[in-house]
């Protein structure tokens, strides 16, 4: 043994080292900070916060207390049984004149008529030459003008108005409200309407990618067992329409599909149908194009998975007896199912979200969540409800990301 | 035997079935694939005011009506604007924070990396709408400044994801050769790094570029009728009535796209040979 007991000095080096490379490893990792930030603060502004702004908007509930604040005030500490005490009624008839004439009661009538259809005529019917002072009570001079004052029901509404967050349209993306009683229930059947969209939305998403896969399984296996030369000139098939715009595909669907459109005529040709039939504006519509734009992003995991397994894995089962087809089932097949996974959720995650294709493609009844998002934001202006259903089609896309992020990981995100 | 049918001359009646099955499926789903794309391609060269066949004559004439437009032109302007700001944009953000991902394992990082590819599976309307609601009281919509903003963040991903796959076969050593030989960091990464991840950055940039082009439903969202691009043209165009002017401007993109693969294609290869030298 040469080792001599160290002295005190030589100890001070080690420790001068791995301060020194603690030192190095901080900077270096401040320096990773400092690189990703730029876009880390860009999208945190720019993609981020929009997002957050309108799950915000999911539940923002300020029509009636920016218009009405004392009201709103006064809503809020009432106890909600039967009617509200007369000071509510005082400061509801002086800021309803106040609104009409300032011109501000439309916000709180649009968001009144999301509850009870006829209110916003019943808010101006009311607002209309309301005298300055009352005649008796308030209550017994705003119930003479309309009978609506009048019911407790009104008052509910109102209050539920009054509060700064509202869940109401976020329950209302479920097909639930909040009852007289403050429960939730299921709306009526006649406008229980969103969950079907949903349903519709996944059935869809599901059905395209089940399509896919079916079509792009075989593609890909024939594709990763020929040799490169061959399976790389294949493959600017598969990369063609990858790189093609979206709309010229959704474009040339409309052209094929259309009643007298190439496969209506092919169809005919052959005898297989005696009269153009409708295959677009439809569901066969809304598939066919959809699988189209989408197989591409099935066949790339699966090509490079598929690449990836030894033809030596499915030659030593047959040699040691397996059937070409028992081969294939246990020991080909299992190997593929990281590229099956990650190309079934990358499908079904872009299904889910898509609204350009069936906005052209598809009918009324052919129409995902993400039309009706659209829908609520640019025609009927009801914000608080597309920003509800993007909230929910949000958080479905969000889970289904957090999978795909667990099976597969994020970088391995593949785009050709 | 023929050679692409490849079995051995003991194969059973079965396996050649299915050797023969597997090639038509594989035929039908690549026809399936191509033949809409293609078939756009002659109508667009119609003489006639329908798309459908036979076509009745040849003519130009849908390319000068395109070509002609001011409202074709003024869109495919503003489309090519957005789309060099954006890849722009995303390519220096994205090649940044690649390489920042790449440097360090910092505490966050795959949370990070799950924020940054996140915009590739948000539903668009879902930007859309968030975009649409943030830009306004900004003054960012009705303009072509908003909707580069939110292409940039949209094309972001791409970028990061391939110059990061770019970055896994990049040799360390070779930045820190330089720095030995007394390169500043810049130098390093603009002599030594830079040029042996361009295939990645370009590339990345390549998808960024396509990802603004193509993109159509937060334009819905953000532009006006002065500032629409080109797919909210096409997209007024396939909705209201489709006519072969749409065709002719389907070929042009289709060509592009050609264009934009066969780069792709000749970077990838580059990209393979420089991987098989080291």
Avoid at chain 1, 85 to 102: C, K, M
Avoid at chain 1, 206 to 214: G, I, K, Q, S
Avoid at chain 1, 260 to 275: C, D, R, S, V
Wanted: one cysteine or more.
């Amino acid at each position: 043994m040469t080792a001599t007991i160290p002295s005190a000095r030589p100890q001070e080096r080690p420790r001068n080292l791995r301060a020194q490379l603690r030192r190095t490893e901080r900077r270096r990792k401040l320096e990773a900070v400092a690189l990703v930030a730029p876009l880390f603060v860009f999208l945190a502004v720019f993609f981020l916060a929009p997002i957050g702004l309108m799950l915000v908007r999911s539940v923002d509930n300020s029509e009636l207390p920016s218009v009405m604040p004392d009201t709103a005030a006064a809503l809020r500490q009432w106890d909600g049984d039967g009617l509200p005490p007369e000071a509510v009624f005082a400061s509801f008839a002086r800021e309803l004149a106040a609104g009409q004439r300032d011109r501000s009661l439309s916000g709180v009538a649009k968001r009144l008529t999301y509850e009870i259809p006829n209110m916003r005529s019943v808010l101006f019917a009311t607002a209309r030459g309301l005298p300055e002072a009352p005649d008796g009570t308030w209550r017994q001079t705003l119930a003479a003008r309309n009978p609506a004052w009048s019911e407790p029901a009104t008052w509910a509404v109102m209050r539920r108005a009054a509060a700064p967050v509202t869940p109401y349209y976020l329950l209302a993306a479920l097909d639930r409200e909040i009852d007289a009683s403050g429960s939730i229930v299921p709306v009526s059947a006649d406008r229980a309407i969103y969950l079907d969209i949903f349903a519709r939305t996944f059935w869809i998403a599901a059905v395209v990618t089940l399509w896919c896969l079916a079509l792009g399984y075989p593609l890909a296996y024939k594709l990763a067992s020929l040799p490169p030369r061959i399976s790389n000139l294949l493959m600017i098939l598969v990369l063609l329409p990858f790189w093609t715009s979206i709309l010229v595909r959704t474009g040339a669907w409309v052209v094929l599909l259309q009643r007298e459109g190439p496969i209506n005529e092919a169809l005919q040709w052959i005898g297989l149908i005696g009269e153009p039939i409708q295959l677009v504006y439809n569901r066969v519509g809304v598939y066919v194009a959809m699988v189209h734009i989408l197989l591409p992003f099935m066949v790339l995991p699966l090509y490079s998975v598929m690449r990836g397994i030894s033809p030596a894995y499915v030659r030593a089962a047959t040699s040691l007896g397996a059937t070409p087809f028992t081969a294939f089932r246990r020991v080909y097949l299992p190997q593929t199912i990281p590229g099956v996974g990650a190309g079934c959720l990358l499908v079904f995650i872009l299904g889910v979200g898509y609204y350009i294709t069936p906005a052209l493609v598809g009918g009324a009844g052919d129409q995902m969540v993400s039309y009706f998002v659209a829908f609520f934001t640019n025609q009927t202006i009801n914000w608080g409800m597309a920003a509800a259903l993007g909230s929910v089609l949000l958080v479905a896309t969000l889970l289904l990301y957090w999978v795909y992020a667990r099976l597969v990981g994020v970088d391995r995100m593949r785009m050709g | 035997m023929r050679p692409i049918l490849n079995l051995p001359p003991h194969a059973t009646a079965t396996q050649r079935a299915w050797h023969v099955g597997l090639w038509a499926i594989t035929a039908l789903v690549l026809g399936f694939l191509i033949l809409p794309i293609l078939v756009i391609v002659p109508l667009s060269f119609s003489s006639g005011s329908f798309l459908n066949f036979p076509l009745p004559g040849l003519s130009l004439r849908w390319y000068e009506e395109l070509l002609g437009s001011e409202r074709w032109l003024s869109s495919l302007r503003n489309s090519v604007v957005v789309a060099c700001a954006a890849t722009l944009l995303a390519t220096v953000l994205g090649t940044l924070a690649a390489l920042g991902l790449q440097r360090a394992r910092f505490p966050g990082r795959s949370l990070l990396l799950a924020l940054v590819i996140s915009p590739m599976v948000v539903p668009l309307v879902i930007v859309a709408v968030g975009v649409y609601f943030f830009y306004a009281p900004l003054g960012l919509t009705g303009g072509l400044v908003g909707l580069t903003l939110a292409h940039t963040a949209l094309a972001v991903p791409f970028v990061v994801i391939t110059v990061s796959a770019t970055l896994q076969g990049f040799d360390t050593n070779l930045s820190r050769a330089a720095a030995s030989l007394g390169a500043d960091p810049a130098t390093a990464f603009f002599r030594i790094t830079l040029p042996i991840i361009l295939p990645g950055v370009v590339s990345g940039a390549l998808f960024a570029f396509v990802t603004s082009f193509d993109e159509v439903v937060v334009a819905l969202f953000l532009t006006g009728p002065q500032d629409r691009t080109l797919p909210r043209q096409m997209f007024d165009g396939i909705r209201e009535n489709i006519s072969p002017v749409i065709a002719a401007a389907a070929t042009l993109l289709i060509v592009l796209s050609v264009l934009l693969m066969t780069v792709m294609e000749a970077l990838r290869r580059r990209g393979e040979r420089l991987r098989g030298i080291r």
